[in-house]
């Protein structure tokens, strides 16, 4: 089955700097990978996605590549502000099995202004 | 526009006590209905999802079960709670078809402590 490795597992930086992080997947036929922001006590909300059949997408200040040779992917946020402090969570998956979502380990990251 | 609903959002019980869990979906029909569990600082670890009425997959052996009575109402049970059970239980669900189908949308979650 899938595997999903996300790194790293806490990131901290100052306020205006921008942050990565990184999750790897293993199974060559997963076409979709979300993103989710959790916040502290609350729901995890979906906060941008990226299909196989694009290698880039830009949601305002957030960016998630996709290099399926590799078969990573990566979510960027640029000119963080304190209110990005959450837990991160990637994701992966095939269409074809029912959506079972296989989640990354989480990334705490905190946003210090 | 759809919604999901879950109640109770806390709810703190003896070891040994049963528990039951409740999360309805509102404006659409036949979603594939999930269970994830959430320990303190943990990731997503999906327990239970479900394509339709009565059908019920397990992805984790526990002390858990779920129903699905209605095409839209999905439980989550045990008969007797254990102190690992403790956690953030969170309803989701998902559409059908491609694309957009994929989109995990969650419910507001179940702080459960067991004592």
């Known amino acids: 089955g899938e595997n999903v490795e996300q790194h790293p597992s806490t990131l901290s930086v100052q306020e205006g700097d921008s942050a990565v992080i990184k999750c790897t997947y293993s199974?060559?036929?997963?076409?979709?990978f979300p993103w989710y922001k959790q916040e502290l006590g609350k729901r995890p909300q979906l906060i941008i996605d990226i299909r196989s059949n694009v290698g880039e997408k830009k949601d305002q200040r957030i960016a998630v590549t996709l290099n399926k040779t590799a078969k990573h992917f990566s979510l960027h946020i640029t000119e963080t502000q304190p209110e990005d402090s959450a837990v991160y969570f990637c994701a992966a998956s095939r269409a074809e099995y029912g959506n079972k979502l296989v989640f990354g380990a989480g990334t705490i990251l905190r946003v210090k202004s | 526009s759809q919604t999901i609903h879950q109640w109770p959002a806390t709810l703190v019980q003896p070891v040994g006590s049963p528990l039951s869990l409740e999360c309805t979906v509102e404006?659409?029909?036949?979603?594939?209905l999930y269970w994830y569990r959430q320990a303190a600082g943990r990731g997503l670890q999906l327990l239970f999802y479900?394509?339709?009425?009565?059908?019920i997959s397990s992805e984790v052996p526990q002390n858990l079960s779920a129903s699905r009575p209605q095409d839209r109402q999905f439980i989550l049970s045990s008969k007797k709670l254990l102190l690992s059970d403790s956690g953030f239980y969170l309803c989701?669900?998902?559409?059908?078809?491609?694309?957009?189908?994929?989109?995990?949308?969650f419910g507001a979650g179940s702080r459960l402590t067991v004592l």
């Open positions: 199974d060559s036929a997963s076409n979709y």
């Open positions: 989701a669900w998902t559409g059908t078809g491609w694309p957009g189908a994929n989109v995990l949308t």
């Open positions: 479900s394509v339709g009425i009565g059908q």
């Open positions: 404006g659409t029909s036949n979603p594939n």
